[in-house]
C-alpha cells in the first residue's frame, strides 16, 4: 500500500484530499473539530520533511455555487491554531490566482482551497475540472475515507493525473482496521446492526452474513424482522416492502450457521417524544398506539451476553432512539458491552456516524479499538464494494 510513508516530500508540494465537512453553528463556530484533527500526522509528516500543503475539502452540499456559510474560511484560523503553521487560503479552488499561490507556496505553509462543491464539476466527476485542479500539486494524497465511497474529481478521478499518489495516515489506518475485520477475523466475529431502516443496511447485512458468526440487530429495523418472525409491532418503524428480504436474511442465516440476535422485548412509548409514556414490553406483542423506541432489559442481558464471549466486534447503527435521554439506555449498554469486550481482548471497530456520536456521547472513545471517520464509506466497505477513492490509488 502506498502511504506518505513511501515519499520524501522535501521541496514537494502535496496535494491533500482531507474530510474537512466540520458543523459548523450559524455564527460558523466549528463544533467538532475532529476531522480536522485526523488529518494533523499527514499534514505534520509533510511539513517536517521540508515539503508544503494544499488542502482541498468539500463542506456541506451547497447547490447553487458559492454560498459563504459553506466557505472553507470559516476554517482558517483554527487550522492555523491546530498546525501552528502559516495558513494562506484562496476563495476559489481553480482559479489562476489559486493555482500560482501554490505554486509560489512557502516549505512549511499551508495552501487551504476554498469549497470544491462550489462546482458541480466536483460530483460529476468532471476530468477538465481534476486537470486544473492537479496543477497545485506535484504528489497527490488522499486522507479523506469519508468520501472515499465516491467517484468525485478530487476523490478518485484526479488520481490519474499524478505519477506519484498515496494515502495519508488517517486512510491507511482506516482501511488496515477495515480490512482486517474482512480478511482475518478473530472469532467469534459478532457485528452488530442497527439504526432507522432495514433499506439502508440490507446489503451490509447480506455481505455480513458470509464472514460474521454473530449478528445482532436492533434500531428500527428490527421491527420489520420481528414481524417477519409473524410478530405484532404497533406504530414501530416498519417496512412493508422489506418483510420478505428480513425472511430471506434469516433463512440465508440459519443455512449458513450465523446466530441472529434480535431484541426480545423493547422500551415501548405511546408517542414519539422523549416525555412520552413507557413501558417494557415483548418486542413481537407491541400494542396499537405504542412504538418500540429502545430495546429493552433483556435484550441488553442477552446482547451483552453474545459480546463478552466475541474477539472482534464491528458496530453500525445504533439501538434506539439515543439522541434521546428515555430511549438512550440500550444503545449506551451496548457501548460498554464494547467497551469490556475489547478491555478483555477483543478488537471492536465503531462506523457510521450514529455509532461513532454514541460512542462520543457515552465517553468510550478511548475504550475501544478503533472508531472509523466514515459514515458511508465503511458501510459501502462492509458491502463488499470496491470504494472508488481507494482504487485510484491502488492502480
Ligand atoms: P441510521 O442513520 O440508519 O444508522 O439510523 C440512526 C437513527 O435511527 C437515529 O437517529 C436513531 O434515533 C434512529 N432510531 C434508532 N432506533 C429507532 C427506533 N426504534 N425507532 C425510531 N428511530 C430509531
Known sequence: MKTVETFSFRGKRALIRVDYNVPLDESYVIQDDSRMTASLPTIQKILNDGGSVVLMSHLGRPKNGPESKFSLQHLVSHLKALTGANVVFSDDCISQDAINTSKNL????IHLLENLRFYTEETDGDNGFTKTLSQH????????FGTAHRSHASTAVIANHFQDK??????T???QNASMLLKDPKRPFTAIVGGAKVSDKILIIQNLLNIADHIIIGGGMAYTFKCAQ??????????EERVETCREILEEANEK?????????SVIADHFDNKANTQNCQSDQIPEGWMGLDIGENAIIAFTKVLAQSKTILWNGPMGVFEMSSYENGTKSIAEAVAKATTNGAFSL?????SSAAVKKFKYTNQVSYVSTGGGALLEYFEGKKLPGIVAIED
Request: with cysteine; hydrophobic share 35%; net charge negative.
Open 106 to 109: 512557502k516549505i512549511g505553509s
Open 137 to 144: 500539486g506535484d504528489i497527490y494524497v488522499n486522507d479523506a
Open 166 to 171: 498515496c494515502f495519508g495516515y488517517l486512510m
Open 173 to 175: 489506518k482506516e482501511i
Open 230 to 239: 409473524g410478530g405484532t409491532i404497533g406504530g414501530s418503524l416498519f417496512e
Open 257 to 265: 450457521n450465523v446466530h441472529i440476535h434480535l431484541p426480545q422485548d
Open 350 to 354: 465503531i462506523g457510521g456516524g450514529d
